[in-house]
Structures are given as structure tokens and as C-alpha cells.
């Protein structure tokens, strides 16, 4: 079965740094940009991060911008989240898709299943 299969994700102190991970399993993931997204309690999704298949060019939030680094292993067939300096304001479930070429518009292809990030003393 084809799917993204996300790993990673956690508690957390403010400060701290996480890596959160979206494997792709039953398909090949360099033929697709992938986003990831975010929605926190009571609050809409959030587009965070993406990163193109071709170019690899990236994007982020302004909210997240300096802090996140996506990245890309095509021989692993994953992308990768990695979250550092964390605030409280990063809680939220994350997910990650398979969005379109340089915007968070999701395809509808493949969902990450979601991973909570908890940042909190």
C-alpha cells in the first residue's frame, strides 16, 4: 500500500530541537514536493515547510524561518523536519503531503497519519 509513513515528534522543552521524519513506502517520493502543515489546537492548518522534487528549492513560514531546515534523502526515499530552538507556539500535530510544485497546496496524493509535537517546561 502506498503511504506516507511519518516517525518522530514528541515532548519537548523550549529550546529544544526535534527531527521529525515522512517516508514514503510503495512509491517513489523524487517525483513529488512535499509540505509539511501543522494545526494546533482550536486553530486552522498551517502551512510550515516545503521543498520542491526538482531543484530541491525550499520554503519556509515566516514563523519557523531560521529555526526549521527541511531537507530531502533520496536514497533513504524520505524528507525530513528538523526543529530546532522550539517554542510553545510550535505545538501542534504535524503532517506531512505531497503538495504542489513552490506553494502549500496539497495534491491529495499521500497524507503523513499526523505526529504530535508537544513543546512545554
Known amino acids: 500500500q502506498a503511504q506516507l509513513v511519518q516517525t518522530g515528534g514528541g515532548l519537548v522543552q523550549p529550546g529544544g530541537s526535534l527531527t521529525l521524519s515522512c517516508a514514503a513506502s510503495?512509491?517513489?517520493?523524487?517525483?513529488?514536493?512535499i509540505g509539511w502543515f501543522r494545526q494546533a489546537p482550536g486553530k486552522g492548518r498551517e502551512g510550515v515547510s516545503w521543498?520542491?522534487?526538482?531543484?530541491?528549492?525550499?520554503y519556509y513560514a515566516n514563523s519557523v524561518k531560521g529555526r526549521f531546515t527541511i531537507s530531502r534523502d533520496r536514497a533513504k526515499n524520505a524528507v525530513y523536519l528538523q526543529m530546532n530552538i522550539l517554542k510553545p507556539e510550535d505545538t501542534a500535530i504535524y503532517y506531512c503531503?505531497?503538495?504542489?510544485?513552490?506553494?502549500?497546496?496539497?495534491?491529495?496524493?499521500?497524507w503523513g497519519q499526523g505526529t504530535q509535537v508537544t513543546v512545554s517546561a
Open positions: 503531503a505531497t503538495v504542489f510544485e513552490g506553494r502549500f497546496e496539497p495534491t491529495g496524493d499521500y
Open positions: 510503495g512509491f517513489g517520493l523524487d517525483y513529488y514536493a
Open positions: 521543498i520542491n522534487s526538482g531543484d530541491n528549492h525550499e
